[in-house]
């Protein structure tokens, strides 16, 4: 069988028959579907089809863009709309627009490109890895809406950034931080120059004056670096003191606050060893670890505040005489009536008035079908109406909706320290306190011995103790082995996923876009009458292209034309083709067409539809969420270590226990919420288990949030990734079962690291207690120390894995 053509534009696979083609780059380029027709076009037609020889993946199929309609886009040229979002400077207005639909740097280069073209715009810049596009204008030219007009024609959807105050202020301490960071590099550079300097090895015929000067200019390098640079150590170690709270902070101020002051000691009376380059030294490598986990932090804070970014900016609210009017969803209220077209999404939680229609409830459940409504039926905010007109009463808003549930969930989960943290949290505090009463009673005894050495002695303790190598030994070892299941497809966003694989014996699995592609594919034809499975599919075709259920892309394109088309919510299309009457769907609802009696449905798993005219029955058609190719061998790998698997699925059909059942799964759970998924998960840590979630929806966040170790999708939602503690960026389940591998190595570097860090530390304790260890030379031990334990990681760059050496650059195991 012939591979399908791809779409010229999205890549998406082009029906049989396809007839949506345009002239691109001088060739005849195959469209799956009009709207990347149009789309092409309308680059062409704009000068840019060079866009095409630039991006470096398919762009998004337009169809897939959310449905915006002319008369809420025209909401944002009202002056009170644009007030939160909108700057004016004159004549000129200036915006920040988020955009969707961005694959690439070609887009950006696209729509830049585009706007440009506009008279009225000024100016147009993507970020391309924030996806914001700043913008100005003059309004009074071009209308707002007129810009996310244009913007939609070349396929991007677009609307107005809003970053709440908790993201802003993350983003301010972001910017903060990387000062202090670049400050105390940078200084430090020079102050271990000058420092260095002064040493007897660097000594040649160095005068006095000069030595003296080196001196101080060490100590004006270092004090910015004490003063603003480790401003937060020191804030944070006295508010630990005011709380008897002790941490890291505490250590670390001492560390760095006598090693300066001693340098300052050092320089005005030119007794003893300079320990500026010291002081950078700490405050470079505590500074890029807080940098980075605050990167972190921030993308979480993020990525939870763009969950609002799911609802309509606005809805249709009905009168009491029944007339509709578009209003700001912030203007609605509970009990008022609103009216969803299909293709909309619901604003609020709700009940239907009127009407009947199928809403995707894909979102919270994870199911891809969309479910059956009627009167009297609850709907949930930010699900989407698939097929025909609803009447909904408001019955809840903003922080009372589920999708305002799931986020609240996501906070809990993240909130909640695992048991092994908090036994850390403890044991961290004893570690120091003992530390630093036992350097307290050495310099109470070395005081009464001889006062001369008490500081230096207390100082090289301070420093001998410094937990440098301590501190590296589980994160060198990491982001060694990050880099290398990064090459293999599989993103590392928190350290301890491989440390915590070892731990690992229960494995929880959601099914569709995890286990299976997460998307409805015709499988078979089935001819039962007259015509043949071509033209039986011609005729469903003809149906579905006049629907708007997720199951009508399945069937591709066709040139026959379906006249007077009904919906019939849960049973299936009907429609005038050729001149007879059609039906598809359920099998009672298309054999009352003509009077035949029910056939057997096939004993198959899939999605069964039955195709019918008022003549004769014509055919079976078979649509099927296909199982990824590689998710037997990642169960097989969960089960030779020895760990039970769960399928935990929002999916209400068979398909759950089927699936289970051809992977062999242990237990299977289907039509479940993220509430239901969450609380089996909180049991199974209860009972003693040690979780690894799989997922890729938003409906998963709360769960990948609170499992041990959580891994999402590459295809997953934007949240779900940057909730998850890893990603599988190339899609491929193989890549976790390397990971699996690669853990126990790591573990291996891991406990070697902390043997060695824990034996210098125990050996060079005593000896700087005893005075037989000056400052300068706990100092070189700590740097030697540190040494090891990073030349002992890398060697985690030259495992093989299954087998199979990974090597720089590349994302596939090399043969042997």
């Known amino acids: 069988m012939n591979a399908p053509t791809p779409c010229f534009h999205c890549a998406l696979p082009v029906p049989p028959g396809g007839r949506f083609t345009a002239v691109v780059l001088g060739e005849t380029r195959a469209f799956c579907c009009p709207g990347c027709q149009a789309v092409a076009q309308a680059i062409v037609d704009g000068g840019l089809q060079s866009y095409y020889n630039h991006r470096s993946e398919a762009s998004i199929n337009p169809q897939a863009l959310p449905a915006q309609m002319v008369d809420e886009q025209a909401l944002y040229d009202r002056p009170d709309v644009q007030a939160p979002f909108v700057r004016h400077d004159n004549d000129l207005a200036e915006t920040t627009l988020l955009i969707e639909g961005i694959s690439c740097a070609a887009c950006g280069w696209l729509i830049e490109r585009h706007l440009r073209t506009l008279p009225a715009v000024v100016e147009a810049r993507l ?80 005068s006095p004056e000069m030595h003296t000067i080196l001196r101080w200019v060490a100590m004006f390098l270092t004090t910015p670096i004490v003063f603003y640079s480790c401003a937060p150590f020191f ?34 009376t030119g007794v003893g060893e300079l320990y500026f380059d010291a002081v950078g030294m700490f405050a470079l490598f505590l500074l890029t670890g807080r940098y980075l986990e605050r990167r972190a932090r921030e993308r979480t804070a993020a990525a939870t505040a763009q969950l609002v970014n799911l609802l309509p900016a606005s809805c249709l609210r009905l009168s009491e005489e029944g007339q509709s009017e578009r209003i700001l969803l912030s203007e609605l209220r509970v009990n008022d009536h609103v009216l969803v077209h299909p293709g909309a999404v619901l604003p609020a939680d709700g009940r239907i008035l009127a009407g009947q229609s199928s809403v995707d409830e894909s979102l919270l459940t994870g199911e891809y079908l969309p479910q059956p409504r009627t009167q009297g039926d609850a709907v949930t905010a930010g699900t989407l109406n698939v097929e025909s007109m609803l009447t909904v009463q408001v019955l809840a808003l903003g922080h009372d909706t589920r999708l305002s549930a799931i986020v609240r969930l996501l906070d809990r989960a993240q909130s909640e320290k695992p048991r092994v943290a908090q036994i850390a949290d403890r044991a961290a505090q004893w570690f120091l306190l003992i530390s630093l009463l036992f350097a307290a009673g050495i310099g109470v005894m070395w005081w009464q011995l001889d006062a001369d050495r008490a500081f230096w002695i207390v100082l090289a303790m301070l420093v001998a103790t410094c937990p440098c190598a301590l501190s590296l030994a589980t994160p060198t070892a990491l982001t060694t082995a990050t880099g290398t299941l990064h090459r293999l497809g599989l993103l590392l966003t928190r350290g301890h996923v491989l440390e915590g694989l070892n731990q690992i014996d229960t494995v929880i699995f959601d099914k569709t876009g995890t286990l299976t592609e997460g998307r409805l594919t015709l499988r078979a034809v089935r001819s039962l009458g007259s015509l043949s499975s071509d033209d039986c599919l011609c005729l469903a075709a003809a149906l579905e292209r006049r629907s708007e259920h997720p199951i009508a892309r399945a069937f591709g394109t066709t040139p026959l034309t379906a006249t007077d088309v009904s919906n019939v919510p849960g049973l299936g299309l009907e429609g005038r083709i050729e001149g007879k009457q059609v039906r598809i769907g359920q099998a009672d609802f298309v054999c009352a067409l003509s009077a035949s009696p029910v056939p057997a449905m096939p004993d198959e798993h899939g999605q069964w539809l039955l195709l019918g005219n008022d003549h004769e029955l014509l055919a079976w058609l078979v649509l099927d969420d296909r199982l990824r190719d590689d998710a037997p061998a990642l169960i097989d790998a969960c089960k030779q270590r020895g760990w039970r698997t769960l399928l935990l699925s929002g999916d209400s059909s068979p398909m759950v226990a089927t699936v289970a059942a051809q992977l062999k799964i242990d237990d299977a759970r289907g039509s479940l919420r993220p509430d ?27 769960v990948l949030a609170a499992a041990d170790i959580s891994v999402a999708m590459g295809s997953a939602t934007d949240l779900a990734k940057t909730t998850a503690d890893a990603v599988l960026l190339s899609n491929r389940l193989q890549a976790l079962v390397q990971a699996f591998a690669l853990a126990r190595r790591t573990r291996r570097i891991i406990l070697e690291n902390l043997m060695w860090a824990g034996l210098y530390n125990g050996l060079m304790l005593p000896f700087a207690a005893l005075g037989w260890i000056t400052p300068l030379w706990a100092a070189a031990g700590m740097s030697v120390s540190s040494l090891v334990v990073v030349l002992n990681a890398l060697r985690l760059t030259r495992m093989k894995v299954d087998g199979a050496p990974v090597r720089g650059g590349d994302q596939r195991p090399l043969p042997a």
């Open 676 to 702: 239901d998924k969450l609380r089996i998960l909180q049991q199974l840590r209860a009972q003693g288990h040690k979780v690894l979630m799989l997922g890729d929806g938003v409906n998963d966040v709360p």
């Open 127 to 206: 970020n391309l890895s924030s996806h914001r596009l700043h913008l100005r204008w003059s309004d009074a030219d071009l209308a707002l809406s007129r810009v996310l007009n244009e913007l939609r024609t070349i396929g991007y959807a677009a609307h107005p950034y809003h970053a709440d105050q908790a993201t802003e202020q993350l983003a301010r301490d972001n910017r903060r931080s990387l000062r202090q960071l670049g400050v105390a590099g940078l200084l430090w550079f020079q102050a271990m120059m000058a420092t260095m300097a002064t040493w007897p090895e660097f000594n040649i015929d160095l």
């Open 235 to 268: 804030k944070g170690a006295f508010r630990d003191l005011r709380t008897r709270h002790l941490t890291m902070d505490v250590s670390v101020s001492l560390a760095i606050g006598l090693a300066y002051l001693a340098g300052i000691w050092t320089a005005i």
